[in-house]
């Protein structure tokens, strides 16, 4: 062989670059897809670590803070806390004589016609405000206590609900349960979807006919109704979301690929393949598998807020995430019912919704783009 | 306009025409400042290789690049500046007075509506009206184009009609503002050689008629000598040379031209001596394809594509099957190699292989290999060249290493002429002739004993042609390979092989050793299909 029929490999100190490189060049390069990436990143951290934080637990009830609007500054206010001294005197059954806060810790002088019995602190223990209440000294016989304790102030900066737990906590495990369910059944709907269609439309004929069918079978079967057969026979838990909706899900997952499979199947080097005497499973999962990712991980982009919806209208029914669990969807679902008397009960978690929704839709986009720049 | 002269004032004067693409790896020059004039009524051919920028200088002066390419410099038509022109004042220019085909006749038209429609869609455009007016325009059109039955064919729709037809209502739509200048890009890379000729005498009595200056932009040099009048060579975004036609060829100057001239395949291969066994035969072989009758027709129909055809190779043999599109000639090869389904006694050295199923053949498989037209479809676009290239090892020799496995990628590439390192890379990063040599190195890797060449230059460069023909000669005097050499491509067929078959319509119209065929063809059939391909000899 002469020199001038061989012919120069590009320059080789340029690494070889995939595909899959080439499309996460042009993913950086999309700016709505990045910030969309960076404000999922940011919301997961906030809803996964964010607990850890925070000193309240998403079950953990505020009797004396029910629906209260969200604020930067500390609960109790100065001004309510004589108020709330009342109450609680009233409950213990004395009379407040006089009541003075200093800093953090407040004195109270109270009164009753019979001697009072200290074991009263534990009232104002009681009340969410006051804390660490001891006597300080006992006057008449008894009958005239000073009492004086720690003001408890907490920062409700999204607000409580209506039974006065943080809604701040809640965002943060709805946003975990939502996150997981969307990414656990859009992965569930992904495996099965992904090989049943490979391998339907690779085989096609007969095969595909069958496979097919059944998926259309499956098609037409409530979605709801599926839902109930399958909690009657599992049992309510939280694993059987991600299985349910999964199970749904992976019909359009396999239609997608048993399209994308057609197509590929006159490619010449499916043709190639068989001539070097490959199996067909080897065909499907060398060549026909890897080279359907591209719609793929779009799709799943378009899956997951899917599957979150789905999440939240289970919920909804009372099939899905059960109380104290929450879940974003059975946030908003509450919020709506209190739209006017509390607003930030629906403002807040739709808020993180929407724009994780917003996110995945820019994400979805750009995912397009960086996989197929010639569809633009 | 008619009485235009073939005076020197040019009618289109391109000067210093700078075409650049931003790419994520930085701006990439398609073309560096070129500049040429078309004059009235002449045949210019621009002609390079792919990537030669070419077609790209036409894009740019007619205001159709992709979204990332910019246009600079300077062009002028009939005095007036097409370069950064607004698209709106650009129309007025472009389809009316600048008109373009392309080379893929099956996409350029849109299946969904009616040719008269979107023929018709153009003049009312340009001149107003509406379409019911621009009708008897659009038959003349048809008709000068020479569509048989245009009354009928006005309301076909694009996938009603064949390639060389859809071709000819692109030419119509292209003159149906009776345009000064045309601009044919490619027009008949995508058509049989008999249709080439056809259509290359209608834009010749068009051209004749409406004395307007035709741009020709082409690859083939054949083409180029019995059609331009000057010629423009380019490469890499320069003009190398310019000139008339007869000096270029007689004369070249720049030693690219020479190249490219030179390139056409030549040398010979002798036959093998007449008692070489035979290594592959396939007797009475029948190809059907049933065509799906639908859900309420009761009966599915079937079409022949190869009917009753016997072929026997034997050790060292090359036979290049010859015919057009639809010759059923790449159907007969894959049914020699038993991968579709077909009947016929079908025999692989002293083994019968015609009973054999998919199982039954995968220990053969190695032993008989196939090569695809399509270098960018036949190279899964995930796996590395390595990946590629080893591929037939995972299944015919699992036990290898992937050491062993990588240093015999190694050696195939080196054999092939490329460089060892390419195989740590994606094939998309190759050009269409290294390509060929990866999808070749994926063939040899096994050591095969016959080999299917399905058309495995047509879809190349001349030049590169020439190299991957040297290739698989070289390969084949080496390893004593047989080969089946589909093409419809004759001068190729003639250099590669020593026995030809020439097919139409699923049967054998001729056969014989190559030189008889060439010198004395007996049908009808093949002296058409020699008389119509053109070559770079006078």
Redesign the interface.
Known sequence: MTDAVVSPVPESEVKGRSLFQLAVMRFRRNRPAMAGSVMLVLIACFSFFGPFFISHSYDQVFSSYVTIPPSLEPRPGEDTLEEAMKGVAARARVELQSFSVEGETFTAVVTAENPIDPRTTRYFDRANEFDKTEVLSTEDEGRKLTLSGVVDREYFLFGTDTNGRDLMARVMLGGQISIAVGLLASLVSLGIGVVYGAISGYMGGRVDNVMMRFVEILYSLPFVFLVVVLVVFFGRSFVLIFIVIGAVEWLDMARIVRGQTLSLKRREFIGAAEALGLTDWQIIRRHVIPNTIGPVVIFVTVIVPKVILLESFLSFLGLGVQAPLTSWGSLIAEGANNIQSAPWLLVFPAIFFVVTLFSLNFVGDGLRDAFDPKDR | MAETQKTMEPILAVRDLKVSFTT?DGDVDAVKGISLDVRPGETLAVVGESGSGKSQTMMGIMGLLA?NGRVSGSAKYRGQEMVGLPPKALNEIRGAKITMIFQEPMTSLDPLYPVGKQIAEVIVHHRGGTRKEARPRVLELLKLVGIPEPERRIDSYPHEMSGGQRQRVMIAMALANEPDILIADEPTTALDVTIQAQILKLLRDLQKRFDMAIVLITHDLGIVRHFAERVVVMRRGEIVEQGGTAGIFENPQADYTRMLIEAEPHGRKAAPPDDAPIILEGRNVVVDYKIDGGFLKQRASTFRAVDNVSISLREGQTIGVVGESGSGKSTLGRAL?R?IASKGAYRFGRTDISGLDRTG???L??SM??V???PY????????VGEIIT??LY??EPQLSRADRDKRAIAALKEV???P??R???P????G??RQ?I?IA?AMI?KPQAVILDEPTSALDRSVQG?VI??LR?LQSRYGLSYVFISHDLSVVRAMSDYVVVMKDGKIVEEGPTDAIFSAPREDYTKTLIGAAYNIGP
């Open positions: 994520p979204a190699l991968l053949m995968r220990p498989r190695r290999q196939l695809f037209q399509d479809g036949s190279l899964s676009p995930r796996q590395t591929e037939g299944v015919h002429g490329l460089d390192a390419a740590n890379r994606y998309h990063e190759f050009s002739g290294q040599r999808a994926r096994l190299q040297e290739l070289d």
